[in-house]
Structures are given as structure tokens and as C-alpha cells.
């Protein structure tokens, strides 16, 4: 993925059906936003994701991240590299890695 030279385009898919495809290999990046106000209101993964932010605990040692909270962006990727965002801050970079497998 290019953000330069947009090689990429934007569209909006059920999240199981995303999930599938990432697990066949597909090249695709997701970036959720809020189910409320998607162009207006920060994504909160307590919020828009309430069944998986149990499995998002911050340690003690960053509490401090907690309480100034704005936002908690869910980003899932295939095979993909992923660009840099710029934000006004810097915000902590918490990576969950998960090797799905299948059988038959």
C-alpha cells in the first residue's frame, strides 16, 4: 500500500468477512472508525467494540496513557505495509499479533 500514490481504495465490509480474507492471505488493511460519527467522533474501542476491549488492558505503568485517552484506533492488516500516520501527539503503539488457524 502506497499512501503517495493511492493504490489502494476505501470500502466498507462486515468486519467477518474482512477477517476471512486477511485469513486467506488477501492484502487488506483495516481501520476502524466510530459506529456514532464516523467522520466526527474519535474511534473508542470500549465504545465501538465493546466485546473486544476486555481483551485491550493497559499495565499500571501507563496509566497515565489511560487517563488522557482521546482515542483507541483498531487496525488490522493481511500481508500489508503499513504507512505512518502523523497525529498532533504521539500516541503509544500497542501491537496484538494472532496466528489463526483452521481445521477441517
Known amino acids: 500500500m502506497d499512501?503517495?500514490?493511492k493504490n489502494f481504495r476505501y470500502v466498507?465490509?462486515?468486519?467477518?468477512d474482512f477477517a476471512?480474507?486477511?485469513?486467506?492471505?488477501d492484502k487488506l488493511y483495516l481501520r476502524a472508525l466510530s459506529q456514532e460519527k464516523p467522520s466526527e467522533k474519535p474511534a473508542l474501542l470500549a465504545d465501538d467494540f465493546p466485546t473486544?476491549?476486555?481483551?485491550?488492558?493497559?499495565?499500571?505503568?501507563?496509566?497515565l496513557v489511560e487517563k488522557n485517552l482521546f482515542?483507541?484506533?483498531l487496525r488490522v492488516?493481511?500481508?500489508?505495509?503499513?504507512?505512518l500516520h502523523y497525529d498532533v501527539s504521539q500516541?503509544?503503539?500497542?501491537?496484538?499479533k494472532y496466528l489463526l488457524?483452521?481445521?477441517l
Request: hydrophobic content about 35%.
Open 52 to 63: 473486544l476491549a476486555p481483551d485491550f488492558v493497559l499495565p499500571p505503568q501507563l496509566s
Open 20 to 25: 476471512r480474507r486477511v485469513g486467506q492471505g
Open 3 to 5: 499512501f503517495t500514490t
Open 77 to 83: 492488516s493481511g500481508p500489508v505495509n503499513m504507512w
Open 12 to 16: 466498507t465490509t462486515e468486519f467477518g
Open 101 to 103: 488457524t483452521t481445521s
Open 91 to 96: 500516541p503509544p503503539l500497542l501491537v496484538q
Open 71 to 73: 482515542s483507541s484506533v
